[in-house]
């Protein structure tokens, strides 16, 4: 399995980037796959998460109206739009898979919002 992160960068506050995870190895359209994110100091939280046709999706709360995750089976892709950033959603996100009892990550995009 490997999964790959890429978009982040640094953005002002009300700005929006898309971060972008590639996935490889595994039977991407089998599984749902999630956005998890890392701030300093903290434990990494459940961003966002989208099922396998992406029929279904949930948020954290603080992120829902601003965050919006899609996939693409055909590219084994999945995606995190983030509009309207705060200061507070600075940290590193992370794309996750979850086969059997095993869960795999990728190496993280830093998000850094900051005036």
């Known amino acids: 399995v490997q999964l790959v992160e890429s978009g982040g960068g640094l953005v002002q506050p009300g700005g929006s980037l898309r971060l972008s995870c590639a996935a490889s190895g595994f039977t991407f359209s089998s599984y749902a796959m999630s956005w998890y994110r890392q701030a300093p100091g903290k434990e990494r939280e459940l961003v966002a998460g989208i099922s396998i046709f992406g029929s279904s999706r949930n948020y954290k709360d603080s992120v829902k109206g601003r965050f919006t995750i899609s996939r693409d089976n055909a590219k084994n892709m999945v995606y995190l739009q983030m509009n309207n950033l705060k200061p507070e959603d600075t940290a590193v996100y992370y794309c996750?898979?979850?086969?059997?009892?095993?869960?795999?990550w990728g190496e993280g995009t830093q998000v850094t919002v900051s005036s």
């Open positions: 996750n898979v979850r086969k059997m009892i095993n869960d795999y």
